[in-house]
């Protein structure tokens, strides 16, 4: 039993918040775990995944493509899963990227991602129109991050792995949205994982308290004016919910609450639990919605007793649209804004730089070598899946064993990266050259990068952008990232087959598949040889490379069915 595991301070902490409510509270630790799923509308629309899904679905009522299942039908087992129609997700952690109203066109920043769920549910909002930067600070979260961002076919997305310190210079007043899902002692998600019961204790409130506070410091650099910021937790605590908010508010005057419609389930937050003195407008509501069921605080809380789904928490706060002049009128602010004034003054400058540095073409991202960075101990070893963005020239020598004379002319007949990604596009892909981005490569990767993105030097980029592929001297390797933001309509060379097919089961698994060359379908003069994007129903899979008869499998040994 679960309750039986509950911290005792835990315990009481919520019996005096809630008082009348604690004992149906209580009794929603006895009720079975929910399962959620979250279809990707980069590839699906959501009313067309639901007609044809092999699941038994029910609507999740906070978001639209969100849905839940019976936990017996193991969707993570299903060829749909590795081609990117849906994302494995628990109900309530739809809902802070669903108040951050993401439209196409906004330059968005999830700002602790990993592993990637919120992010790829803000892709999809995005509909690949404008700038998805999506960071964690843990190198070894990223790796989770990207390859979810990958599953879901993002093809205008930049991963980093940066401390929100790092990142706020460069991006100053950049973001027309922000989430912050900030780490935080988990009490939340108690019924969902009982692992977090043991870790309670270890992840105080205060530790994480501290934390949330400099992340959230650092974000509202990052948040242009009029922009909107959604800070959610999955903790009960006030200390790290409500005070965090209100502390934000009077230490950020340019900064006030979005006033939130309550979707069915959720409740208010509570300024009255608050540790810090509200001064937001609305405090006189004591966090109640008005007849609407309009919370003007911006606040509210996911109770699993209210709703199906675990404990969540989140707020919506906007910068105001001058909030890089003015001053405040709040006497008792004065000096916080005396403060900030100097700040934004700063900020105001460092955008104008970068912007001037952009248009007179002082931009020095393209070619850049991203160094290959993991650490053990006090060395440093090469690998291909983390980089540290250094800038300057590619290192390395590609002479080999060869004669300098041999060395000399091949240097002469290879291919710069972006030439040789171009042979490659021509010769398979259909309207490539049409893409929205500019090409760019780090060694020998190339990426399409959105154009707005700001030079990245200096900082860890573990994804430039949408990961094309790899260019050798003579030829281009096609990337699995590359695959699953393709439409097999976007490639010549195709071979689809339904989920039941036991070839699709076989390419899964990384075996070589025999197939007729009737059964592909070819298109833009392809010649049936070389590299064949094989899809589950029309939905990309991965690439092969088709001759007489046979498909050579081409998929990564991480992406294959285990």
Not at 151 to 157: Q, Y
Not at 485 to 495: D, H, P, S, Y
């Amino acid at each position: 039993m679960i309750k039986q595991q509950l911290p005792e301070l835990f315990l009481q902490e919520m019996k005096e918040r809630l008082g009348d409510e604690f004992e149906p509270f209580m009794a929603s630790y006895d009720a079975p775990r929910l399962y959620g799923l979250r279809s990707n509308s980069l590839k699906i629309d959501a009313a067309k995944w639901r007609e044809h899904s092999p699941f038994r679905l029910r609507q999740v009522a906070w978001c639209e493509t969100g849905s839940y299942y019976d936990g017996e039908d193991r969707p993570a087992k299903h060829p749909y899963y590795h081609a990117g129609l849906y994302y494995i997700q628990e109900p309530s952690a739809m809902a802070p990227v669903e108040l951050l109203d993401v439209r196409p066109g906004h330059r968005v920043l999830d700002l602790c991602a990993a592993p990637g769920g919120k992010s790829t549910q803000i892709a999809a909002k995005l509909q690949g129109m404008g700038v998805l930067v999506t960071n964690d600070n843990a190198a070894e979260r990223t790796k989770a991050l990207a390859k979810n961002i990958e599953l879901a076919g993002v093809r205008n997305a930049v991963v980093l792995n940066e401390e929100p310190a790092s990142l706020a210079p460069v991006f100053a007043g950049w973001f027309d949205r922000i989430l912050i899902d900030a780490p935080c002692s988990g009490e939340g998600m108690f019924r969902k994982d009982d692992s977090m019961i043991a870790s309670w204790e270890r992840h105080s409130v205060e530790r994480c308290s501290a934390m949330q506070r400099d992340i959230l410091r650092h974000a509202v650099s990052m948040l242009a004016p009029g922009g909107v910021l959604v800070y959610s937790t999955c903790t009960f605590s006030p200390a790290e919910n409500e005070t965090q908010i209100a502390r934000l508010l009077t230490e950020y005057p340019e900064l006030e609450p979005v006033p939130v419609q309550l979707a069915p389930g959720f409740a208010p937050g509570r300024p009255d639990w608050s540790e810090q003195q509200w001064c937001a407008f609305g405090a006189e509501e004591s966090g109640q919605a008005d007849g609407r069921g309009v919370v003007r605080t911006g606040m509210v809380r996911l109770w699993p007793h209210l709703l199906d789904g675990e404990g969540h928490f989140a707020a919506v706060l906007r910068r105001r649209e001058d909030a890089y002049v003015g001053a405040s009128t709040d006497e008792g602010n004065g000096l916080v804004q005396e403060n900030r004034t100097a700040g934004r003054q700063e900020i105001h400058g460092l955008k104008h730089r970068r912007s001037e540095a952009l248009r007179s073409g002082e931009e020095r991202v393209h070619r850049e070598e991203l160094v290959p960075l993991r650490r053990s101990g006090k060395h440093e070893r090469r690998g291909r899946e983390e980089y540290d963005h250094r800038g300057g020239r590619p290192t390395g020598s590609r002479r080999g064993g060869k004669s300098a004379h041999a060395g000399a002319s091949a240097a002469r007949d290879a291919k710069t990266p972006e030439e040789s990604w171009r042979t490659f596009a021509a010769e398979y892909l259909i309207g490539a050259e049409h893409w929205q981005g500019r090409i760019i490569s780090y060694g020998s990767r190339v990426y399409l990068q959105p154009e707005q993105v700001p030079p990245l030097d200096g900082l860890r980029v573990v994804r430039a952008g949408w990961y094309l592929g790899d260019a050798g001297p003579h030829r281009f390797e096609p990337s699995q990232p590359l695959a699953m933001g393709l439409k097999a309509e976007e490639v010549k060379q195709v071979w689809s087959g339904p989920p039941t097919d036991e070839a699709i089961m076989r390419y899964l698994k990384g075996e070589t598949v025999q197939l007729d060359a009737d059964s592909l379908t070819i298109t833009g003069g392809a010649n049936s040889k070389g590299y064949t994007l094989v899809c589950v129903d029309g939905f990309p899979l991965g690439w092969g490379k088709y001759s007489d008869g046979m498909l050579k499998n081409e998929l990564p040994a991480g992406w294959r069915w285990m």
